[in-house]
């Protein structure tokens, strides 16, 4: 007896199944490649349909959002408080230092450890270039061709993909950080003990 299959679901559901399966951020070359070379769609054909699928989530609790690493299906930023408390451990706290730290890196990369303290005006641990680099948020892309060549780091795609950018041109102008209300209330800098702490 031979197996029946069914027809085969409109782009639009196969792009939405691969997008809430992959549990990552999908690129246009990836999700071609969920289809055979004969019934391969354009880049164009996935965009528009992409696109249209957005649209469909107009006023949702989800949405599409198109990051450095491609596209992926996520929680609206407008429900995520909610959602967040189906998970009972808190996220991750970060002390200043390391959020002063990685957005130093952000917006001068590329930059070296004696670089980000001169400005900073204090040292940076270890813990805090570890945790950043166990993160994957940065990266040593090169070395300063000075006496000790010391490392320089840059962000990498994941950084962008978990703040939700699809570029650096993405970041909110230095203007804007430096807002003292900038931040508000949403991000948790954790108390002066938070680890990694800097003395």
């Given at each position: 007896?031979?197996l ?37 769609p354009e ?23 198109e ?7 996520q ?10 408390r ?7 706290r970060y002390?200043?230092a390391l ?26 641990t ?5 945790t ?6 940065i ?18 795609r ?6 939700g ?5 993405d ?11 900038f931040?508000?209330?949403e ?11 800097e003395?």
């Open positions: 007896m031979s029946a299959y069914p027809s085969r679901p409109g782009l639009k559901a196969i792009l939405e199944g691969a997008l809430f399966a992959a549990g990552a951020p999908l690129t246009l070359e990836q999700l071609q490649t969920l289809f055979g070379e004969d019934e391969r880049r164009s054909e996935l965009a528009a349909a992409l696109a249209e699928l957005s649209g469909d989530y107009e006023g949702r609790g989800i949405e599409i959002a990051v450095a690493g491609g596209f992926r299906v929680v609206r930023a407008s429900v995520a408080p909610w959602v967040a189906l998970w009972d451990e808190k996220p991750a002390s200043r959020l002063e730290t990685l957005a130093l890196i952000a917006y001068r990369q590329p930059i070296t450890r004696g670089e980000i303290e001169e400005i900073r005006g204090v040292a940076v270890t813990q805090i270039v570890k950043l680099t166990e993160r994957e948020w990266r040593v892309v090169g070395h300063r061709d000075v006496p000790g060549r010391p490392a320089l780091y840059a962000t990498t994941r950084f962008l993909d978990y703040f950018l699809r570029s650096l041109n970041l909110p102008p230095l203007s804007e950080v430096r807002a003292p209300d931040l508000g209330d991000l948790d800098f954790g108390d002066p003990d938070a680890v990694p702490a003395s």
